[in-house]
């Protein structure tokens, strides 16, 4: 039975901050953004969007294009900003979705990889479910402290992709080669709202896991790297994803997988998929039957190298538009709205446009109040 994505999109903030305007005011030369670290924008999330709204949005782009929304009968929302360490944010997600009551609902959560790891119980779970949908919705919201290595780096977004048997956009293989290791490269304590990381570890322990589980991978495959066609990294930042690439395949490119990811920032689980959706609506070929190959990292840390071929209609799938003109309507905004939007310093909810019709309008007795805009029109 061929199981894979069906259908998939993204969505992120409606604004942006430049590079260029973070490097004048840190007293760097933008030039170590972007093409140091590869990085041209990042979103920047007004006080009424957050992991759950944008995520809403994204999955509202797919829902149209399956029959019936009845057939979802499990989501999976992965994500490491969560703000309620007991109830799944997807709860939230499954209300505003209108999805049905007999469904089931978690989060997952392992860093940078937890939406691989929900594909892959997805799989599982439709391979003896055969009806079954699964909604998958990675979202994440990364943000540093100022003047830190990592602030170049913040951004987020959210993508949503249905998992089912006969997808008519990519089709899993049953290959992959995974690797799990403790090391503390990136982490963020409960009690802490903004992570904390070893920069030069994390880059290390990525490219160590790359080699491990393209080996395991390709052992068990039995194919070589001339079978595979492009390959897809997870990309925290635009150079990362170039090293992996510098040494895996040396010879193909990966630029067009990081066109979105470079005006977003790190979106951390949506990120791997980010770099997919960028390859599928930037690169003009067919792909049709080519195999694609993932790197899936998480800090902490978990990896997996995956596989997937391409099905012959999945042009007819492709959010391409939609998700470009997303991308341009949105609105640049100064270093000094930078800086109060991450130091929280605001209390008006409704300053700030969004992006998708849900927005979250307020925290009352610490409950949070999400509200469509079509309800209220």
Not at 113 to 121: G, H, I, K, P, R
């Amino acid at each position: 039975m061929k199981i894979g994505i069906d259908s998939i999109a993204f969505s992120t903030s409606k604004y942006f901050l430049s590079l260029d305007v973070l490097a004048q005011q840190r007293n760097v030369d933008c030039e170590k953004y972007c093409f140091g670290i590869g990085q041209k924008k990042m979103s920047i999330f007004p006080p009424n969007e957050d992991i759950v709204t944008i995520a809403i949005d994204a999955a509202q782009k797919i829902l149209s294009q399956i029959e019936n929304k009845k057939d979802i009968d499990m989501l999976i929302f992965a994500t490491e900003s969560s703000f309620d360490i007991s109830k799944s944010a997807g709860i939230y997600i499954h209300h505003f979705l209108g999805l049905k009551d007999d469904c089931r609902v978690f989060d997952v959560k392992q860093a940078c990889y937890s939406a691989t790891a929900a594909l892959q119980l997805a799989k599982a779970y439709v391979n003896s479910n055969h009806r079954s949908k699964v909604l998958i919705i990675g979202s994440d919201i990364v943000r540093y402290s100022p003047g830190t290595s990592g602030e170049p780096t913040q951004g987020g977004a959210a993508v949503a992709f249905i998992v089912s048997q006969n997808p008519r956009i990519l089709e899993i293989e049953p290959h992959f080669g995974a690797y799990t290791t403790d090391i503390m490269d990136f982490w963020r304590p409960i009690s802490m709202k903004e992570a904390l990381f070893d920069g030069k570890l994390s880059a290390h322990n990525y490219l160590k896991s790359l080699e491990i589980c393209t080996k395991r991978y390709f052992e068990k495959s039995n194919l070589a790297i001339s079978d595979v066609d492009h390959v897809c990294f997870h990309a925290p930042f635009g150079k990362m994803a170039r090293k992996a690439n510098n040494q895996l395949l040396k010879s193909k490119t990966i630029e067009e997988t990081l066109i979105y990811n470079s005006i977003i920032g790190n979106s951390c689980s949506a990120s791997l998929y980010v770099s997919f959706i960028s390859l599928m609506d930037n690169f003009k070929c067919d792909f049709s039957k080519k195999r694609i190959c993932f790197f899936s990292y998480g800090s902490g840390s978990v990896a997996e190298f995956f596989s997937g071929i391409i099905s012959e209609n999945y042009k007819k799938m492709l959010k391409a538009e939609e998700h470009q003109t997303m991308l341009s309507q949105r609105i640049e905004i100064s270093f000094s709205e930078y800086e109060s939007l991450h130091s929280n310093d605001f209390n008006d909810f409704s300053a700030y446009q969004n992006v998708g019709n849900v927005i979250l309008s307020g925290i009352v007795d610490n409950k949070r109040i999400y509200v469509s805009m079509e309800d209220n029109n």
